[in-house]
């Protein structure tokens, strides 16, 4: 057993709790539009919602530096040790804001990290975009098709999960009004509008999930 099987094991788990957390995240938020609840029951689901929601975006970070590393490890693409350490720079970086917007909820700063989160995310989109499409037309720096097609595959996941959030910011104000003026159509109807227009970039997420996996397991030429 060498470096690049722990890898794939860890990448294996990382999918695993990125595309399965997502799953019950699904669940949790078709249970909480169910009006039919208490408000309560429903606000209790939607806590439990962003907990499990912290699977999947914990793993998403991890698969940053892991995959630079694996195509390192695997010969794909010769990088010097410090890009390297500066993936698993990024990832610990990004990690750190993830969990401090979570833990920190309803804090001062919080809009603050969320900006700087929001600014990374693109950067780092931006990265994976530039090496599909350039590899994808033959200039390197990757040379296997699959691959080429998986990093631009994970560039288009980046940017759909980027416009989940964009799509869910205004999910909070609604909510609120739904918890200080009480549950009826005039609170619930924008909210449930506000929450389908970002459960739409869920659903491409999830294709584009298993459109990646398919990828890093056939290895299409």
Not at 79 to 96: E, T
Not at 119 to 134: E, N, Q, R, S, V
């Amino acid at each position: 057993m060498g470096l690049y099987d722990v890898l794939v094991y860890v990448h294996v788990l990382a999918f695993v709790f990125w595309l399965g957390g997502d799953l019950g995240v699904a669940i949790l938020g078709s249970a909480f539009r169910n009006r039919s609840k208490p408000l309560a029951t429903r606000l209790e689901i939607l806590r439990l919602l962003g907990v499990v929601d912290m699977g999947p975006r914990t793993a998403w970070v991890v698969m940053v530096p892991l995959s630079v590393t694996m195509v390192a490890v695997a010969g794909y693409w010769d990088l010097p040790n410090w890009a390297l350490w500066l993936a698993w720079l990024v990832g610990a970086v990004w990690m750190g804001l993830t969990w401090s917007i979570h833990l920190m909820t309803g804090q001062s700063i919080v809009p603050q990290l969320k900006r700087i989160e929001f600014w990374l995310k693109l950067a780092i989109t931006a990265f994976y975009a530039a090496i599909g499409i350039t590899s994808l037309l033959g200039w390197g720096p990757l040379t296997e098709s699959w691959l080429s097609q998986k990093a631009f595959v994970f560039a288009a996941i980046f940017g759909a999960a980027i416009m989940i959030d964009v799509a869910g910011r205004p999910v909070g104000p609604l909510l609120l009004a739904v918890i200080e003026k009480g549950s009826s159509d005039e609170t619930e109807i924008p909210l449930r509008r506000a929450m389908d227009r970002a459960r739409l970039w869920v659903w491409l997420t999830y294709a584009l999930l298993l459109v990646i996996g398919f990828l890093g397991t056939v290895k299409p030429t």
